[in-house]
């Protein structure tokens, strides 16, 4: 079953090669959105134009042999063509393709197109912006409409952090605009917003009321807990330094759990100007039964209890991993109780910092910190 994908721009069926006009040209049916279907001729649109209808993956669902889709620019960026290929593997699929808007955008703004990074706020949690721009990249957002601008706008504001902001509108038509953002400019719903980063922002420095694990001992648990690009479960949280860090550094996401709402909210904040996604729980520990994503990872910086160690080992994966720091002398029996039901491995850290003593220096050790590292090993 053969159906044609083409793509059009802005500059509609002028824009378009001999191939594609041919292609439309002997299509008995041509679906599209409104704003495409606009572009054909009008005696070819009267005759053969589908408006898709909502919801649309019913219509994919239904397309039959010989059908043509029109979509915009590349229909394989981000577009509907690659809808296609991912639900309907059946379809001998035929796609011509036009220029993206990404090609477009990076040649009106002169950016070499390998070292951009592009992302889609279509439908999509837009926080990964706030990650791009916080390394100092240049980056290229497809917008869902014309308010999008304006709501990247805030979000890197939320976040602290500077870069110029340069709305792109109807890409190669004869409308087409160029121009720097500003709150009261009107933009078409039909732009990308090309964002450049004042200056990598650095670090992230974690807001916290003292409740936080300091960077040398976060390094080591971020290390033992895995970093993935799913889920963790951060329990007795504090700032969510733990947990946001793991989600950076493996394009992962949040569940924090902490007993206190302010510094519930605290870790809102702190993931929202990291540019990780988190869901918050307050309370001492997450019902295990709620509809909470599957974890690849849990923490627990606080909390820890009997009860609460079987019920993550329960709920984690094949593979995920549990790691749990104390520095108590409870919390070290705890552990090792832990360790000889459930199994795993103990280690112990100590870590010392050069301090002034009279004339001179010395090493202050820190407390000792007992961490509990089990990786399960069957769901």
Same mark, same amino acid.
């Given at each position: 079953?053969?159906?044609?994908?083409?793509?059009?721009?802005?500059?509609?069926?002028?824009?378009?090669?001999?191939?594609?006009?041919?292609?439309?040209?002997?299509?008995?049916?041509?679906?599209?959105?409104?704003?495409?279907?606009?572009?054909?001729?009008?005696?070819?649109?009267?005759?053969?134009?589908?408006?898709?209808?909502?919801?649309?993956?019913?219509?994919?669902?239904?397309?039959?042999?010989?059908?043509?889709?029109?979509?915009?620019?590349?229909?394989?960026?981000?577009?509907?063509?690659?809808?296609?290929?991912?639900?309907?593997?059946?379809?001998?699929? /035929?796609?011509?393709?036009?220029? *993206?808007?990404?090609?477009?955008?990076?040649?009106?703004?002169?950016?070499?197109?390998?070292?951009?990074?592009?992302? *889609?706020? %279509?439908?999509?949690?837009? @926080?990964?912006?706030?990650?791009?721009? /916080?390394?100092?990249?240049?980056?290229?957002?497809? @917008?869902?409409?014309?308010?999008?601008?304006?709501?990247?706008?805030?979000?890197?504001?939320?976040?602290?952090?500077? =870069?110029?902001?340069?709305?792109?509108?109807?890409?190669?038509?004869?409308?087409?605009?160029?121009?720097?953002?500003?709150?009261?400019?009107?933009?078409?719903? $039909?732009?990308?917003?090309?964002?450049?980063?004042?200056?990598?922002?650095?670090?992230?420095?974690?807001?916290?009321?003292?409740?936080?694990?300091? =960077?040398?001992?976060?390094?080591?648990?971020?290390?033992?807990?895995?970093?993935?690009?799913?889920?963790?479960?951060?329990?007795?949280?504090?700032?969510?330094?733990?947990?946001?860090?793991?989600? $950076?550094? !493996? !394009?992962?996401?949040?569940?924090? %759990?902490? /007993?206190?709402?302010?510094?519930?909210?605290?870790?809102?904040?702190?993931? =929202?100007?990291?540019?990780?996604?988190?869901?918050?729980?307050?309370?001492?520990?997450?019902? $295990?039964?709620?509809?909470?994503?599957?974890?690849?990872?849990?923490?627990?910086?606080?909390?820890?209890?009997?009860?609460?160690?079987?019920?993550?080992?329960?709920?984690?994966?094949?593979?995920?991993?549990?790691?749990?720091?104390?520095?108590?002398?409870?919390?070290?029996?705890?552990?090792?109780?832990?360790?000889?039901?459930?199994?795993?491995?103990?280690?112990?850290?100590?870590?010392?910092?050069?301090?002034?003593?009279?004339?001179?220096?010395?090493?202050?050790? /820190?407390?000792?910190?007992?961490?509990?590292?089990?990786?399960?090993?069957? *769901?």
């Amino acid at each position: 079953m053969t159906v044609t994908v083409v793509g059009i721009g802005a500059d509609g069926w002028p824009g378009l090669t001999d191939g594609a006009r041919r292609a439309l040209l002997d299509a008995t049916v041509i679906h599209g959105a409104p704003r495409q279907l606009e572009y054909l001729p009008k005696g070819l649109a009267d005759e053969v134009a589908r408006p898709w209808p909502s919801p649309l993956l019913p219509a994919i669902d239904e397309l039959t042999d010989g059908a043509h889709v029109l979509a915009s620019g590349d229909p394989m960026f981000y577009g509907i063509g690659a809808t296609l290929a991912r639900r309907r593997p059946d379809l001998d699929l /035929r796609v011509i393709p036009h220029l *993206s808007s990404f090609a477009l955008a990076c040649a009106r703004l002169r950016w070499p197109a390998e070292e951009v990074t592009v992302l *889609s706020a %279509v439908a999509r949690d837009p @926080s990964p912006v706030i990650k791009a721009v /916080r390394d100092g990249r240049r980056t290229i957002v497809l @917008s869902e409409s014309a308010a999008t601008p304006a709501h990247l706008a805030d979000l890197l504001r939320d976040a602290g952090l500077t =870069a110029a902001i340069t709305v792109l509108e109807q890409l190669g038509g004869p409308r087409e605009k160029v121009r720097p953002f500003g709150r009261r400019l009107r933009f078409d719903d $039909l732009n990308v917003v090309g964002i450049e980063p004042a200056e990598s922002a650095g670090q992230l420095v974690f807001e916290h009321d003292g409740q936080i694990t300091k =960077a040398d001992v976060r390094a080591l648990t971020v290390a033992a807990l895995r970093p993935a690009s799913g889920w963790i479960w951060d329990f007795g949280a504090g700032s969510g330094s733990v947990g946001i860090t793991w989600a $950076l550094q !493996g !394009g992962g996401s949040v569940v924090a %759990v902490e /007993r206190r709402a302010d510094r519930a909210a605290r870790v809102a904040r702190n993931a =929202a100007r990291a540019g990780v996604a988190v869901e918050v729980v307050v309370g001492d520990t997450a019902d $295990l039964t709620a509809d909470l994503p599957v974890p690849d990872a849990i923490f627990v910086g606080g909390g820890l209890s009997e009860q609460l160690a079987a019920a993550c080992v329960g709920v984690l994966p094949a593979g995920g991993r549990l790691v749990a720091n104390t520095v108590t002398v409870e919390g070290q029996s705890l552990v090792t109780l832990l360790r000889n039901r459930f199994g795993g491995e103990l280690r112990s850290y100590t870590v010392s910092d050069l301090e002034p003593l009279g004339s001179g220096t010395a090493w202050r050790p /820190r407390r000792p910190i007992v961490q509990w590292v089990l990786t399960k090993e069957t *769901s």
